[in-house]
């Protein structure tokens, strides 16, 4: 009922910047929120920013490691969402994945995961 389509990933030096976007389609009646995760080798998944689409959920936090550097944000469509990444640093290589909570339109609540991007950061 609802695709993922994610863009942006790719290798950067640090202090680089990159930009992930992520597209949702499908039959969505309102997204919740919107979010991006990423799993490093040997690390668990862990939360890198999240923000919410409008309602009772109308925020955006960070995790406190990207604090000042990332920058998390959607389109007036509600539909994309995007991860403005600066400062790099190598500690950032990970598998990032898109992460929606969404209503549909048959009013079913769902979570949708993209099948991951890959960031590398390196010298």
């Known amino acids: 009922q609802v695709q993922l389509v994610e863009s942006g990933g790719g290798l950067v030096q640090p202090g680089g910047s990159l930009r992930l976007s992520c597209a949702a389609s499908g039959s969505i009646r309102s997204i919740n929120v919107m979010g991006w995760y990423r799993q490093a080798p040997g690390k668990e998944r862990e939360l890198v920013a999240r923000?919410?689409?409008?309602?009772?959920?109308?925020?955006?936090n960070y995790a406190d490691s990207v604090k000042g550097r990332f920058t998390i944000s959607r389109d007036n469509a509600k539909n994309m969402v995007y991860l403005q990444m600066n400062s790099l640093k190598p500690e950032d290589t990970a598998l990032y994945y898109c992460?929606?909570?969404?209503?549909?339109?048959?009013?079913?609540?769902?979570?949708?995961w993209g099948q991951g991007t890959l960031v590398t950061v390196s010298s």
């Open positions: 923000i919410g689409s409008g309602g009772s959920t109308n925020y955006a």
């Open positions: 992460n929606l909570r969404v209503t549909t339109t048959a009013y079913r609540a769902l979570e949708v």
